[in-house]
Structures are given as C-alpha cells and as structure tokens.
C-alpha cells in the first residue's frame, strides 16, 4: 500500500478501491458543490498563534463534550451505509474508535443494527435518527435505541427533503433499486471490493429485517429509507421527540443562532452546528463562519459541536479556538474505512491525533481545555 501521510491520501486510496457509485456518495455533495467547498475553504479565513518556548511537554488533547472526558476533541459522526464501503464497515468503525477511545454515533442508514453492535463491539453507542414519515415506525426504532443502552441521540434536522447530489443521480445511487449491468460493471472493476463484500455476506439493513414494505436488498431499502423521510416536520415535532426520548437529545444541522436558540428552548442538550457536509443547502454558509455567531448566542457553557470539512488537525483546532466543544468527522473516516477497512478508520484518528497536537505544541498551548477556555488568544482573523 501507498504511503497514506493525510486525509487526502485515504481518500486517493478509497477511490482506488470502492466501486464509482459509492465513492461518489461519499464525496459529492449538494448540486453545485458551494457549501461543501465554502466548508473546507473557510478554515483559510483564520491564522493561529504562533507561541513560541512557552511549552516543555506535549499538550494534553483529552476533553469534555456530549457529558464524558474523551481522549481526543473528536468523534465520528453519522454516516450512512459504512457496511457498503467496507463488509462490517459499522462494526469496524466501532472497533476503531473503541481502540482510539473516540464516540461514534451510529447513523438510520445503517447495515449492521445498534444490538449487533452492542453484542460485537460493546461500549458506548449514540445514535442518529431521522424522522420516518410513520410515527410507529419511529416510536419503535427509539424503543429499540433505549434497549441498546444508547445515551446519546442525534436528531438531523436539516433533511427534511434530500437535496439533489448530481453525481448520485447520474449513477443512479438511491434511484436504481435492484442490481443492474451499469452498476454490475461498475462493480466488477473493482474485484477487491466484491471479494470483501462476497465474503463479509451480501449487505442489507438489519434494522429493517422485520419490515418487508422497505423491500429486501440494500439498494431497495436505501432508496424507500429515503424516500420516507417526513418532510413535514416542524419544531412542534421536537417537542413530541424530546417526549419520547428522556436521555441526551442532540439537534444536528443548526447552522443560524436562531435556531440554536430555539434548540435550547426545545430542550436539546446539545447542538451540531452542520450543513451535512454540504450535501443539503447548496450555498449556505460554511460551519466554520458560522461558529462564534452561534457560541456567541449560546453561552459559554452549552455543548456545541461542529461538522463540515474537517481534514486537518489544524482545522480542528481553529474550531475549539473558536467555541466548538468537539468535532464529528464523517467523509475523513468513511475514506479511512474504504480504503483500509478497521485499520484505515485508526489511521484517519491517528492523522488528526497527531496533527492536533503538533499544531498545538507550535501555538504553545498546554491543553485541549486551556485552548476552550481563552481561545481569542489564539487565534487571529486573517
Ligand atoms: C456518505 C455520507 C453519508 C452521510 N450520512 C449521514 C446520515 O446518515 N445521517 C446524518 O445525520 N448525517 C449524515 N452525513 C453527514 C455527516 O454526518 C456530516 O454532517 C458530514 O459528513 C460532515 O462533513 P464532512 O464529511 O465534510 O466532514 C453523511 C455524510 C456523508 C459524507
């Protein structure tokens, strides 16, 4: 294997290895690309301080967010369809991030269910859940959350229609809904991945095995998870959530300070300022631009964490400089998975370890908490 220095090197790597179709899931986004670009763009606005002799060890990176001390300021975030990328792809990423002592929240759009994992892997799960048009269906999946012990739960709020991703539409991803020779050929040039997924068995929903109507195999039930998603849901949805579900509620996909506002008012936790990685709102703003506005309106003290662009460690650190409790990584390790399975996923948390802290060493800064608690001494606009 090619020597993988970066984020961008697991992403080259994943290209290499994933069939067309699921590699340009994973890195497309939203028709013309704007917000995706703007979120990767806009680190660029921002210069850090450089300190120098005034640290003689290395900066401790372990932190508070979501109501534990994690070992790093990150966490994986919910992505679809891991065990496309890789067979097991969701049970291999919660075996990396258990080894890295990092969370990760299972997304809806998942193969392997939250009781495989808690039977394979143990340990803390989160969950992210989308608003099924059929309330039962939703009453049930948060019933089956609580059974897996799941502290943590995301609510995506900003996918009330799923945008157009063009590279999707022309590949016919979520459309096309049984194999066919486009998609077979696709498939067979990349051997590698057909022999993981042959042998790891052919990936559907597990959640879904006792609900025929979403159909049998993965396309079908990718395209009708889809496709039920409520695009009716207001606020007023929040509060009959924040009734159901009585542990942690997260809102992700706040992306104004009046609406983190409003998330507070409905009883969440804890926000995700996100645009879901450029995927949804073409031309919005990046997160990062958007950041200070949001702590600003909140408070020092209410958990706001971050997606959007993250490749660098450095980027992660204008973040907390900045007022982000934490950062969820999302295509950084779904490149790491397809590109080297379990290993690839380690990889991808041990590029941003290590980048976080030699970014930190240089400004001089003792710790992940010292960098939360003055961050304005940190960082300069450009
Ligand atoms: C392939 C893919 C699938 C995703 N699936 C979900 C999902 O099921 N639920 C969700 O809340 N967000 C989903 N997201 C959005 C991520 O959680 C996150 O907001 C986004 O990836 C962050 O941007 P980044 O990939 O540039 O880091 C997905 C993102 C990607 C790239």
Known sequence: ????????????????RLPKIFFDYIDGSAFSDTTALRNCEDFNNWCLVQRVLALKGMPDLSCEFLGARHT?????????????????????????????????????????SLATLQREVGGTLQFQLYMDCQRPF?????????????????????????????RDVRNGFRAVKHLNPTLL???????LWCWDMWQSGIPSVEALANYPEFGSGILEQASNLSGRLDSSITWEDIKWLRKLWKKRLVIKG?????????????GADAIVVS??????????NSTISILPEIRKAVGKDYCVMIDGGFRRGSEVVIALALGAS??????AYAFGLAADGRLGVEKAIEIFAKEISITMKLMGVSSVDELKQFGDRYIRQR
């Open 1 to 16: 294997m090619t020597v993988i220095v970066n984020i961008e090197d697991l992403r080259k790597h994943a290209q290499r």
């Open 72 to 112: 790093l300021p990150i966490m994986l975030g919910p992505v679809g369809f891991l065990g496309l990328y890789r067979g097991r792809g969701e049970i291999l990423c919660a075996e990396a991030a258990r080894q890295k002592g990092v969370p990760l929240c299972l997304s809806t759009f998942s193969i392997a």
């Open 138 to 166: 939703v009453e049930k999946l948060v019933e089956s959350v609580e059974d897996a012990e799941v502290e943590t739960l995301f609510y995506t709020a900003d996918t009330a229609v799923t945008s157009v991703r063009e």
């Open 185 to 191: 050929f696709s498939m067979m040039q990349r051997p």
């Open 254 to 266: 706040i992306l104004n300070s009046e609406d983190a506002l409003k998330a507070i008012d409905h």
């Open 275 to 284: 645009n879901h990685g450029g995927r949804q709102l073409d031309f919005a």
């Open 326 to 331: 934490g950062v969820l990584l999302g295509r």
